[in-house]
Each structure stands twice: as C-alpha cells, then as structure tokens.
T-cell receptor, first 113, second 116 residues
C-alpha cells in the first residue's frame, strides 16, 4: 500500500499571505489528522477529519482551517500567515475507529518570511 | 500543561547495548500509547504500541513496557544499532465512545545516538 503523501514538501510565503497544504491518506483510511511541529512547542495536534467532518480540534486560532473530500484527501489552510507559523506540518491517517495507529506523511516545511 | 513528558532530551549508547527511553504521562484517561522514530525534516515512523490492558508488548528488537500505576512507559531497544540513531517520540491517546477522534498527544522527544 502506498503511504501518506503530502504536497508540497517545501513552501516559502510572506507574512499576510495564505497557504493551502494537501494530504492524501493511505488507501482505505478515513481519518486524517494534522499536526504542527516547531522547535519550541514540539508536535501539536491541529485537527482531525473523518468522513468529510471535523471531529476534533486542537488549540489553534481560527486562521487554521481544513477540509476533507469524499475520497478522504484533506487540505489545511492557514490564512494571514505570521512568522510564528513557520513549521513542519504533518498529516497522519488511520482507519478512523478503535485503538488505532496513525501513519504519518513526510510533512510540508513552511517558511514564513 | 504537558501531559506527556520525556525528561531525557538525549541518550547516548554503544552499538550492541540496550537503549532505554522513558516517558511519563499525567492524564489518567490515556489508554493507548505509541512510540515513533523521527529523522529531521521527515514524518514520524511508527515503531510499536501498547494498550492499557497490557503491560508489555514486543516486536523484534523493540519492547514497550507500561506501568499504569506509575503512569510511566519505556521503550527498550536490544541490541542497539547505529541506524537506530534518531529522535524518539512517545505519544498517547484517550478513547471515548470507541475512538480517539484522531488526537495524539506527544512528548518532546529524546535524541538517541548509537555509537559504533
């Protein structure tokens, strides 16, 4: 089975711009979770989508949003970028129920200038 | 409020010896625990997991131990190999209504270096 894929792998934006990141889960997985990794805060949960619905949300401002399509692919959007949004953004997929293991993609490295 | 803690930022071990990575948690609702290995600028790779109904789980060179009363888990790697050098994260989830709703809570990570 192909793993989780994320595009783009690297991105450079300027403050105030917006960005959209894409994630394709493992085939058959219906849950997609997004995480932000920074040196200061570590790996933090952003939100999770299951069957096109956001089921859970972490403690991030409303500038961070996402969506999921009927094929389980997911996108996350960050509007009005700030310097502090520079991070590695990771998505992970799992079947969506029970005690599950999440499998991570390679991440998108976002640099905000 | 750091609910999952890895108190050792780094660990150095000789090839062939045992590596022991530790993790403590505070949230008694956590009932599923995972260990991931991560290289810089890559996504975490799943290593091994354990449910709270067990106290030990083995997979090849990797063994995870869970002490629920102490809210402590550890990952043992035997024998350690230079290729094991990476950052190791423990993660925890809490299940309510049959799902964790996709949320893992991670520790800050431990950098493992295995010397030849």
């Amino acid at each position: 089975k192909a793993g989780v894929t994320q595009t783009p792998r690297y991105l450079i934006k300027t403050r105030g711009q917006q960005v959209t990141l894409s994630c394709s889960p493992i085939s058959g997985h219906r849950s997609v979770s997004w995480y932000q990794q920074t040196p200061g805060q570590g790996l933090q949960f952003l939100f999770e989508y299951f069957s096109e619905t956001q089921r859970n949300k972490g403690n991030f401002p409303g500038r961070f949003s996402g969506r999921q399509f009927s094929n389980s692919r997911s996108e996350m959007n960050v509007s009005t970028l700030e310097l502090g949004d520079s991070a590695l953004y990771l998505c992970a997929s799992s079947p969506g129920a029970g005690r599950e293991t999440q499998y991570f993609g390679p991440g998108t490295r976002l640099l905000v200038l | 409020d750091q609910q999952v803690k890895q108190n050792s930022p780094s660990l150095s071990v000789q090839e062939g010896r045992i590596s022991i990575l530790n993790c403590d948690y505070t949230n008694s609702m956590f009932d599923y625990f995972l260990w991931y290995k991560k290289y810089p600028a890559e996504g975490p790779t799943f290593l091994i997991s354990i449910s709270s109904i067990k106290d030990k789980n083995e997979d090849g060179r990797f063994t995870v131990f869970l002490n629920k009363s102490a809210k402590h888990l550890s990952l043992h790697i035997v024998p350690s190999q230079p290729g094991d050098s990476a950052v190791y994260f423990c993660a925890a989830s809490a299940y309510a209504g049959g799902t964790s709703y996709g949320k893992l809570t991670f520790g800050q990570g431990t950098i493992l270096t295995v010397h030849p």
